[in-house]
Protein backbone atom coordinates (compact mmCIF):
# COMPACT_ATOMS: atom_id res chain seq x y z
CA UNK A 1 0.00 0.00 0.00
CA UNK A 2 1.25 3.21 -0.99
CA UNK A 3 1.17 6.05 1.67
CA UNK A 4 -1.33 8.93 0.50
CA UNK A 5 0.89 11.70 1.78
CA UNK A 6 5.01 11.99 1.60
CA UNK A 7 5.79 10.13 4.27
CA UNK A 8 9.78 9.87 5.44
CA UNK A 9 11.85 7.56 4.27
CA UNK A 10 15.11 7.01 5.97
CA UNK A 11 15.15 3.73 4.20
CA UNK A 12 16.40 5.25 1.11
CA UNK A 13 19.49 5.48 2.56
CA UNK A 14 20.06 2.15 3.17
CA UNK A 15 19.58 0.45 0.07
CA UNK A 16 22.37 -0.62 -1.40
CA UNK A 17 26.07 -1.07 0.09
CA UNK A 18 27.51 1.99 -2.05
CA UNK A 19 24.89 4.07 -0.70
CA UNK A 20 25.46 3.19 3.56
CA UNK A 21 29.32 3.54 2.26
CA UNK A 22 28.18 7.15 0.62
CA UNK A 23 26.61 8.59 4.20
CA UNK A 24 28.25 6.51 6.02
CA UNK A 25 28.57 9.28 9.32
CA UNK A 26 32.03 7.28 10.86
CA UNK A 27 34.89 5.50 9.31
CA UNK A 28 37.67 3.31 10.60
CA UNK A 29 40.72 4.71 8.91
CA UNK A 30 44.33 2.77 9.69
CA UNK A 31 45.87 5.91 10.23
CA UNK A 32 44.30 6.61 13.34
CA UNK A 33 44.63 2.86 14.73
CA UNK A 34 47.64 2.51 17.19
CA UNK A 35 49.06 -1.17 17.93
CA UNK A 36 50.03 -1.92 21.14
CA UNK A 37 53.19 -4.39 20.90
CA UNK A 38 54.79 -6.42 23.67
CA UNK A 39 58.40 -7.32 23.95
CA UNK A 40 60.47 -9.22 26.61
CA UNK A 41 63.87 -9.41 27.04
CA UNK A 42 66.16 -12.86 27.08
CA UNK A 43 64.11 -14.73 25.00
CA UNK A 44 64.87 -16.58 21.73
CA UNK A 45 61.22 -17.00 20.31
CA UNK A 46 57.96 -14.86 20.59
CA UNK A 47 56.16 -16.29 23.56
CA UNK A 48 52.27 -16.59 22.97
CA UNK A 49 49.47 -15.34 25.41
CA UNK A 50 46.81 -18.11 25.93
CA UNK A 51 44.45 -15.63 26.96
CA UNK A 52 45.33 -12.85 23.84
CA UNK A 53 44.75 -15.59 20.67
CA UNK A 54 47.46 -14.35 18.10
CA UNK A 55 49.04 -11.71 20.45
CA UNK A 56 52.71 -12.38 21.43
CA UNK A 57 55.43 -11.41 23.25
CA UNK A 58 57.77 -11.05 20.95
CA UNK A 59 62.24 -10.81 21.12
CA UNK A 60 63.23 -7.75 19.61
CA UNK A 61 63.98 -9.42 15.75
CA UNK A 62 60.46 -10.42 15.57
CA UNK A 63 59.01 -7.20 17.03
CA UNK A 64 61.07 -5.28 14.37
CA UNK A 65 59.94 -7.51 11.75
CA UNK A 66 56.18 -6.62 13.19
CA UNK A 67 56.13 -3.27 13.44
CA UNK A 68 57.40 -3.07 9.59
CA UNK A 69 54.70 -4.64 8.42
CA UNK A 70 52.47 -3.03 10.47
CA UNK A 71 53.49 0.59 9.20
CA UNK A 72 53.28 -0.65 5.57
CA UNK A 73 49.89 -1.47 6.18
CA UNK A 74 49.16 1.93 7.30
CA UNK A 75 49.06 1.56 10.79
CA UNK A 76 49.29 5.30 12.42
CA UNK A 77 51.01 4.62 15.58
CA UNK A 78 52.84 1.63 17.87
CA UNK A 79 52.72 1.55 21.52
CA UNK A 80 55.49 -0.39 23.04
CA UNK A 81 55.13 -2.25 26.03
CA UNK A 82 58.10 -3.87 27.65
CA UNK A 83 59.02 -7.19 30.37
CA UNK A 84 62.37 -7.02 31.83
CA UNK A 85 64.37 -10.44 32.26
CA UNK A 86 64.78 -8.80 36.34
CA UNK A 87 62.07 -6.90 38.52
CA UNK A 88 62.97 -4.73 41.62
CA UNK A 89 61.15 -2.71 44.10
CA UNK A 90 61.73 0.53 42.06
CA UNK A 91 61.88 -0.69 38.64
CA UNK A 92 65.16 -0.36 37.95
CA UNK A 93 65.03 -1.91 34.05
CA UNK A 94 62.51 0.73 33.40
CA UNK A 95 64.98 3.92 32.81
CA UNK A 96 68.01 1.93 32.22
CA UNK A 97 69.70 2.99 28.82
CA UNK A 98 69.77 -0.67 27.97
CA UNK A 99 66.53 -1.49 29.56
CA UNK A 100 64.32 -3.59 26.89
CA UNK A 101 62.31 -0.63 25.37
CA UNK A 102 64.69 1.33 25.46
CA UNK A 103 66.73 -1.09 22.88
CA UNK A 104 63.73 -1.47 20.88
CA UNK A 105 62.74 2.20 20.74
CA UNK A 106 66.40 2.55 19.56
CA UNK A 107 66.04 -0.60 16.70
CA UNK A 108 62.22 1.39 15.87
CA UNK A 109 63.49 4.41 15.27
CA UNK A 110 66.36 3.36 13.18
CA UNK A 111 64.23 0.77 11.05
CA UNK A 112 61.28 3.37 11.40
CA UNK A 113 62.50 6.39 11.25
CA UNK A 114 59.58 9.29 10.90
CA UNK A 115 57.43 6.50 8.91
CA UNK A 116 54.96 5.86 12.17
CA UNK A 117 54.49 7.42 15.35
CA UNK A 118 56.63 5.32 17.77
CA UNK A 119 55.10 5.68 21.44
CA UNK A 120 55.95 4.23 24.59
CA UNK A 121 53.65 3.13 27.38
CA UNK A 122 55.30 4.94 30.39
CA UNK A 123 54.61 3.11 34.12
CA UNK A 124 56.69 0.77 36.46
CA UNK A 125 54.26 -2.15 37.12
CA UNK A 126 55.78 -4.12 34.38
CA UNK A 127 59.34 -3.51 35.98
CA UNK A 128 58.65 -3.44 39.69
CA UNK A 129 58.63 -7.02 41.92
CA UNK A 130 55.69 -5.80 43.61
CA UNK A 131 53.88 -5.41 40.21
CA UNK A 132 52.51 -1.63 42.03
CA UNK A 133 52.62 1.19 39.13
CA UNK A 134 54.97 3.13 41.59
CA UNK A 135 57.71 2.60 44.26
CA UNK A 136 55.88 1.94 47.76
CA UNK A 137 56.09 3.59 51.26
CA UNK A 138 57.63 1.20 54.02
CA UNK A 139 53.89 0.44 55.12
CA UNK A 140 53.57 -0.37 51.35
CA UNK A 141 50.98 2.10 49.71
CA UNK A 142 52.17 4.02 46.46
CA UNK A 143 54.07 6.93 47.31
CA UNK A 144 53.12 9.31 44.61
CA UNK A 145 55.75 11.96 44.59
CA UNK A 146 58.57 9.45 44.83
CA UNK A 147 56.97 7.92 41.91
CA UNK A 148 56.93 11.12 40.08
CA UNK A 149 60.42 11.32 40.29
CA UNK A 150 60.85 7.37 38.79
CA UNK A 151 58.17 8.50 35.65
CA UNK A 152 60.58 11.51 34.90
CA UNK A 153 63.65 9.70 34.66
CA UNK A 154 62.07 6.85 32.62
CA UNK A 155 60.26 9.65 30.04
CA UNK A 156 63.61 10.86 29.73
CA UNK A 157 65.22 7.63 29.05
CA UNK A 158 62.70 7.03 26.79
CA UNK A 159 62.74 9.96 24.58
CA UNK A 160 66.51 9.68 24.47
CA UNK A 161 65.81 6.32 22.70
CA UNK A 162 63.59 7.42 20.45
CA UNK A 163 59.99 7.92 21.46
CA UNK A 164 58.16 10.37 19.84
CA UNK A 165 55.08 10.21 22.28
CA UNK A 166 55.42 9.14 26.06
CA UNK A 167 52.23 7.92 27.26
CA UNK A 168 51.84 7.68 31.89
CA UNK A 169 49.85 4.85 32.64
CA UNK A 170 49.85 4.84 36.47
CA UNK A 171 47.45 7.35 37.29
CA UNK A 172 49.44 9.33 39.68
CA UNK A 173 48.62 12.95 40.63
CA UNK A 174 50.80 15.33 38.98
CA UNK A 175 52.30 13.00 36.66
CA UNK A 176 51.66 14.96 33.03
CA UNK A 177 53.78 17.94 34.67
CA UNK A 178 56.33 15.46 36.28
CA UNK A 179 57.30 14.47 32.85
CA UNK A 180 56.84 17.62 30.96
CA UNK A 181 59.26 19.76 32.74
CA UNK A 182 61.61 16.75 32.86
CA UNK A 183 61.71 16.36 29.28
CA UNK A 184 61.78 20.10 28.41
CA UNK A 185 64.56 19.77 30.83
CA UNK A 186 67.06 17.22 29.49
CA UNK A 187 66.03 19.06 25.72
CA UNK A 188 63.16 16.86 24.95
CA UNK A 189 60.80 19.48 23.99
CA UNK A 190 59.42 18.04 20.28
CA UNK A 191 58.32 14.96 22.98
CA UNK A 192 54.65 14.25 22.91
CA UNK A 193 52.68 13.50 26.04
CA UNK A 194 49.22 11.34 25.63
CA UNK A 195 48.28 11.06 28.70
CA UNK A 196 45.91 8.11 29.50
CA UNK A 197 44.13 10.69 31.88
CA UNK A 198 40.41 8.55 32.35
CA UNK A 199 41.88 5.27 33.34
CA UNK A 200 39.81 2.72 35.85
CA UNK A 201 40.65 -0.27 38.10
CA UNK A 202 39.50 -2.30 35.73
CA UNK A 203 39.23 -6.44 35.43
CA UNK A 204 39.16 -5.79 31.66
CA UNK A 205 42.88 -5.54 31.81
CA UNK A 206 43.01 -9.14 33.59
CA UNK A 207 44.94 -10.82 30.08
CA UNK A 208 47.00 -7.75 29.91
CA UNK A 209 48.19 -8.82 33.30
CA UNK A 210 49.88 -11.93 31.55
CA UNK A 211 50.91 -10.48 28.65
CA UNK A 212 53.12 -7.91 30.42
CA UNK A 213 53.83 -10.26 33.66
CA UNK A 214 52.34 -7.42 35.95
CA UNK A 215 49.22 -8.32 38.01
CA UNK A 216 49.81 -7.10 41.70
CA UNK A 217 51.78 -9.41 44.01
CA UNK A 218 49.00 -7.58 46.89
CA UNK A 219 45.87 -5.74 47.18
CA UNK A 220 45.00 -4.03 43.43
CA UNK A 221 45.06 -0.88 42.21
CA UNK A 222 41.83 0.96 43.52
CA UNK A 223 43.96 3.74 45.26
CA UNK A 224 44.96 5.28 42.24
CA UNK A 225 42.79 3.90 39.36
CA UNK A 226 39.71 5.15 39.04
CA UNK A 227 36.42 3.93 40.49
CA UNK A 228 33.95 2.77 37.90
CA UNK A 229 30.93 4.40 38.30
CA UNK A 230 32.49 8.19 38.12
CA UNK A 231 32.25 10.07 35.44
CA UNK A 232 32.78 13.43 36.53
CA UNK A 233 35.70 12.64 37.94
CA UNK A 234 37.33 11.72 34.48
CA UNK A 235 36.45 14.98 33.33
CA UNK A 236 38.70 16.39 35.97
CA UNK A 237 41.41 14.28 35.67
CA UNK A 238 41.10 14.73 31.69
CA UNK A 239 40.98 18.90 32.62
CA UNK A 240 44.24 18.43 34.94
CA UNK A 241 46.40 16.56 32.21
CA UNK A 242 45.59 18.90 29.53
CA UNK A 243 46.25 22.00 32.17
CA UNK A 244 49.21 20.25 33.41
CA UNK A 245 50.63 19.70 29.23
CA UNK A 246 49.10 16.52 28.06
CA UNK A 247 48.88 16.85 23.85
CA UNK A 248 46.70 14.22 23.72
CA UNK A 249 44.59 12.43 26.82
CA UNK A 250 43.00 9.12 26.74
CA UNK A 251 39.83 6.60 27.97
CA UNK A 252 40.37 3.71 28.89
CA UNK A 253 38.71 0.99 29.32
CA UNK A 254 36.72 1.96 25.79
CA UNK A 255 33.61 -0.25 25.30
CA UNK A 256 32.65 -0.01 28.86
CA UNK A 257 33.41 3.46 28.97
CA UNK A 258 31.78 4.97 25.85
CA UNK A 259 30.34 7.81 27.42
CA UNK A 260 33.09 9.03 28.77
CA UNK A 261 34.89 9.03 25.92
CA UNK A 262 31.54 11.44 24.53
CA UNK A 263 32.17 13.98 27.59
CA UNK A 264 35.41 14.05 27.21
CA UNK A 265 35.55 15.06 23.30
CA UNK A 266 33.09 17.10 24.15
CA UNK A 267 34.93 19.04 27.07
CA UNK A 268 38.66 19.30 25.26
CA UNK A 269 40.20 20.77 22.14
CA UNK A 270 43.26 17.95 22.17
CA UNK A 271 43.09 14.70 20.10
CA UNK A 272 40.78 11.90 22.35
CA UNK A 273 42.10 8.78 22.23
CA UNK A 274 40.57 5.19 23.89
CA UNK A 275 41.79 1.70 24.31
CA UNK A 276 40.30 -1.12 23.69
CA UNK A 277 41.88 -3.10 26.43
CA UNK A 278 42.95 -6.72 26.29
CA UNK A 279 39.47 -8.15 28.54
CA UNK A 280 37.45 -6.25 25.30
CA UNK A 281 39.87 -8.17 22.80
CA UNK A 282 40.02 -11.60 25.04
CA UNK A 283 35.76 -11.48 24.77
CA UNK A 284 35.56 -11.55 21.20
CA UNK A 285 37.83 -13.80 20.70
CA UNK A 286 36.19 -16.53 23.06
CA UNK A 287 33.19 -16.04 21.34
CA UNK A 288 34.50 -16.30 18.26
CA UNK A 289 36.06 -19.69 19.13
CA UNK A 290 32.83 -20.73 20.19
CA UNK A 291 31.55 -20.15 17.46
CA UNK A 292 29.30 -18.10 19.10
CA UNK A 293 29.90 -14.46 17.27
CA UNK A 294 31.29 -13.26 14.04
CA UNK A 295 34.41 -11.66 14.51
CA UNK A 296 34.97 -9.88 11.98
CA UNK A 297 31.90 -8.17 12.41
CA UNK A 298 32.40 -7.90 15.75
CA UNK A 299 35.53 -6.70 15.54
CA UNK A 300 34.21 -3.74 13.30
CA UNK A 301 31.27 -2.84 15.10
CA UNK A 302 33.12 -2.49 18.25
CA UNK A 303 35.88 -0.12 16.88
CA UNK A 304 32.94 1.69 14.57
CA UNK A 305 31.36 2.19 17.98
CA UNK A 306 33.89 3.94 19.78
CA UNK A 307 35.06 6.13 17.10
CA UNK A 308 31.04 7.17 17.39
CA UNK A 309 31.56 7.83 20.93
CA UNK A 310 34.04 10.36 20.08
CA UNK A 311 37.59 8.38 19.87
CA UNK A 312 39.92 10.35 17.45
CA UNK A 313 42.42 7.57 18.01
CA UNK A 314 41.87 3.97 18.95
CA UNK A 315 44.46 1.66 20.54
CA UNK A 316 43.71 -1.88 19.96
CA UNK A 317 45.32 -5.57 19.85
CA UNK A 318 42.91 -5.38 16.15
CA UNK A 319 45.59 -3.17 14.48
CA UNK A 320 47.46 -6.10 12.56
CA UNK A 321 48.43 -5.71 9.28
CA UNK A 322 45.87 -8.06 8.26
CA UNK A 323 43.00 -6.18 9.58
CA UNK A 324 44.43 -2.79 8.28
CA UNK A 325 44.73 -4.33 4.57
CA UNK A 326 41.42 -5.29 5.04
CA UNK A 327 40.00 -1.98 6.08
CA UNK A 328 42.33 -0.32 3.09
CA UNK A 329 40.55 -3.27 0.55
CA UNK A 330 36.89 -2.33 1.87
CA UNK A 331 36.93 1.67 0.27
C1 LIG B 1 49.86 -0.12 33.02
C2 LIG B 1 48.95 -0.54 31.91
C3 LIG B 1 47.95 -1.51 31.96
C4 LIG B 1 47.39 -1.56 30.68
C5 LIG B 1 48.07 -0.64 29.90
N1 LIG B 1 49.01 0.00 30.69
C6 LIG B 1 47.56 -2.45 33.03
C7 LIG B 1 47.04 -2.01 34.31
O1 LIG B 1 46.80 -0.83 34.57
O2 LIG B 1 46.86 -2.89 35.12
C8 LIG B 1 46.26 -2.46 30.26
C9 LIG B 1 46.10 -2.67 28.79
C10 LIG B 1 45.19 -3.78 28.43
O3 LIG B 1 44.50 -4.38 29.28
O4 LIG B 1 45.14 -4.09 27.24
N2 LIG B 1 51.20 -0.10 32.60
Redesign the pocket.
Known amino acids: MTARFPVARPRRLRRTRAMRRLVAETRLDPASLIL ?1 MFVKEGIAEPQPIPSMPRVVQHTLDTLRAAAQEAVEAGVGGLML ?1 GVPARKDGRGSAADDPDGIVQQALRKLSADLGDATVLMA ?6 YTDHGH ?1 GVLTPSGEVDNDRTLERYASIAVAQAEAGAQVV ?1 P ?3 MDGQVAAIRSALDEAGHRETAILA ?1 SA ?1 Y ?2 A ?6 D ?2 E ?3 QFGD ?1 SAY ?1 QDPPNAAESLREVMLDVDEGADMVMV ?2 AGPYLDIVRRVRDAVDVPVAA ?7 AMIEAAAAQGWLDRDRIVMESLIGIRRAGADLI ?1 T ?1 YATPEFLRSLRSRD
Open positions: PFDLCLDECASGMYKASYYGPFRAACAPRQKPYQVSGEYLY
